[in-house]
């Protein structure tokens, strides 16, 4: 049985798609990652399944990621979300390979369960050294999505313009039309 994903934004960086299994719909918190399922789903939107098991130890991990990566991005240079997120780095590691294509990188963990997770640590990294400042928070108030803003001009400001975006229009227009 395929289940579908149910989140409102998808195709994220990874890191920022392990944040994104947490949404408001409503003003009722949703969470993909409740069960094996759930994490299924999410390891399949992001081509990491098969790759690693989902199972109860992997879901647990995983999970201990995505709170390490919100508490960094809550926080960002807080000493102890640092730490949290390094615990989580300490996982795994990337040995240096060379293949056919030329030289290459293979992650490599002692114990396959933290995969997904110090995968999704990993590629925060990534975001960090290439545009911090692109790595951002929906900016209306009710919704806890994040994005890496790949616009030209770097002013998103919304998870989805047609959610979001014109949520805040429509609250725009409702003042104005209700003080005239």
């Known amino acids: ?39 299924t789903v999410w390891l399949t939107a992001n081509g990491l399944e098969g790759r690693f098991a989902a199972d109860a130890g992997t879901l647990r991990h995983t999970l201990t990621a995505r709170d390490a990566l919100r508490a960094l991005v809550d926080a960002p240079g807080d000493p102890a979300a640092t ?60 919704c806890i999505l994040h994005f890496f803003d790949t616009s030209r001009n770097g002013t998103r400001r919304w998870c989805s313009m047609a959610v979001c975006g014109n949520r805040a229009k429509a609250s725009r227009h409702y003042a104005r039309t209700k003080e005239s």
């Open 83 to 142: 730490a949290r997120v390094d615990a989580v780095l300490g996982h795994g590691r990337i040995r240096a390979t060379l293949t056919a294509e030329g030289p290459g990188e293979e992650a490599e963990f002692a114990d396959p369960s933290w995969g997904p997770g110090w995968t999704a640590a990993r590629d925060y990294l990534d975001l960090l050294r290439t545009a911090p400042d692109r790595i951002r928070a929906c900016a209306h108030e009710a």
């Open 1 to 39: 049985m395929t289940v579908t994903d149910p989140r409102p934004l998808t195709g994220e960086p990874v890191s920022l798609d392990l944040l994104n299994t947490r949404w408001n719909v409503e003003g009722v918190r949703q969470d993909l990652l409740t069960d094996v399922d759930g994490l």
